[in-house]
């Protein structure tokens, strides 16, 4: 690294999101590609990791918390690594701009229609985060106020300021989250504006996303992913195809057209609700969406003398759990393409589906999430043993 290199943000050291920023671009990747080739290149050859021409801006869900500082003046931002000491940040450099704009919007609106924000340390005032959700494709926009009850005051002339001043509001959800903890959303939402979530388009197929949806962050490197992943899977149109950790559907929706049939199994039901709504909004006949344990799913497969064609599995990044591995290798599907969003839990997976009787047949790492640590990598799988 050069020493004049500078980090482009003025946050970089008090923040801490962005940890590879002291680094410029091409070397954050070649450092992710050494990474990925520690941790995985006993499995097989790595792939050239496949970053962005512009690496920017690209974070397609904004969050940001509120808080009253030591004046008590209220700031928005990113809270420091491993506390609840909010940063402010008015710009930042991997988030959509539209969505900033919007936050400091709201974050002038506060005082003149007497909005409180919510103080820890005293457990007083209403406001707690602003979570905002663009269409990469559709433009849409999803405004999220996070508060710890529903008794919002001056709501009509405050919605109605705020649309004035961004007509690319398409909804506005007001979600109650009275505990404490790290999770930023609770379970109870009041639609305020609009329909109460936007759709946006990935690789042809529109998908409905509510405040509580996973939805992939990066879009433009979504579809590289996505397109390895259905690369990888090699479908000619007669596959039975298991989608597990479905999430929204997006994988086996997007893999509905080069497959026979396509089964998603997720634990979370508003996740499942949502799978089930998008294929309904793509016209589709062949996906199937339940809720429940994707690996007692397999083993009742199993059971039955039933076994996929193929298996998606997208697991969230502590990987797989031992159950899901064993229902894997039992239930034995020909190939297998597993999505990781990150390398250490997929070396550990990948340990015990190559023990079982699987070969690594490709590993393509994906930078989605320039100027941070994280890694993502699809890899291909094939032939088990197991009968």
């Known amino acids: 690294m050069s020493e004049a290199y500078t980090p482009p943000c003025p946050h970089y050291r008090q923040c801490g999101g962005c940890q590879l920023q002291k680094l410029p671009y091409p070397e954050q990747l070649r ?24 690496p920017f801006h690209y974070r397609n869900k904004v ?36 969505a900033d704009r919007i936050i400091q919007t709201i974050r002038s609106m506060l005082r003149p229609f007497k ?20 269409g990469f494709a559709t433009g849409q926009v999803m405004v999220v106020l996070v508060a710890v009850n529903p008794i919002f005051k001056l709501q009509k002339p405050f919605l109605k300021e705020l649309l004035e001043k961004h007509p690319e509001i398409t909804t506005v959800v007001l979600n109650i989250n009275d ?34 949806s996973f939805y992939q962050i990066n879009p433009v490197q979504t579809e590289k992913l996505y ?43 508003d996740a499942v609700h949502d799978a089930i709504t998008n294929a309904r909004l793509n016209g ?10 994707a690996g007692e799913y397999m083993e009742k497969m199993a059971a039955d003398g039933m076994r996929p064609d193929l298996v998606f599995m997208d697991p969230p990044r502590a990987g797989s759990d031992e159950r899901f591995l064993r229902s894997l290798l039992r239930c034995a599907p020909p190939r297998v393409v597993y999505v990781s969003c990150d390398p250490e839990t997929l070396a550990r997976d990948l ?16 930078d989605m999430f320039p100027f941070t640590e994280h890694i993502e990598c699809v890899v291909k799988l094939e032939g088990s043993r197991q009968k």
Not at 229 to 250: P, R, S
Not at 284 to 293: I, Q, R
Not at 351 to 366: A, D, E, F, N, S
């Open 284 to 293: 589709l006949t062949n996906c199937w969406f339940t809720a429940g344990d």
């Open 227 to 269: 397109r390895c992943a259905l690369d990888y899977a090699g479908l000619t149109g007669k596959e039975t195809v298991l989608d597990a950790y479905c999430g929204i559907g997006t994988i086996g929706i997007s893999a509905s057209a080069k497959a026979k049939q396509i089964i998603g199994v997720e634990i979370n039901r």
């Open 179 to 212: 505990r404490f903890g790290p999770v930023v959303l609770g379970t109870r939402e009041k639609i305020l504006v609009g329909p109460g979530y936007i759709e946006d388009i990935l690789g042809g197929f529109r998908f409905r996303l509510s405040a509580r």
């Open 115 to 134: 909005i409180p924000v919510f103080d820890e340390r005293s457990g007083t005032g209403w406001l707690r985060h602003v979570l905002i959700r663009r």
């Open 351 to 366: 340990g015990v589906l190559v023990k079982g009787g699987y070969q690594v047949k490709g590993i393509q790492p994906v």
């Open 31 to 54: 450092y992710k590609q050494r990474r990925v080739e520690q941790l995985l290149g006993s499995f097989g050859p790595i792939s050239p990791i496949l970053g962005m021409d512009e």
């Open 63 to 98: 969050h940001a918390a509120f808080a009253l500082d030591a004046q008590r003046h209220v700031v928005c931002g990113i809270y420091q690594p491993n506390s609840h000491a909010v940063v402010p940040v008015e710009s930042c450099l991997i988030e959509d701009e539209t």
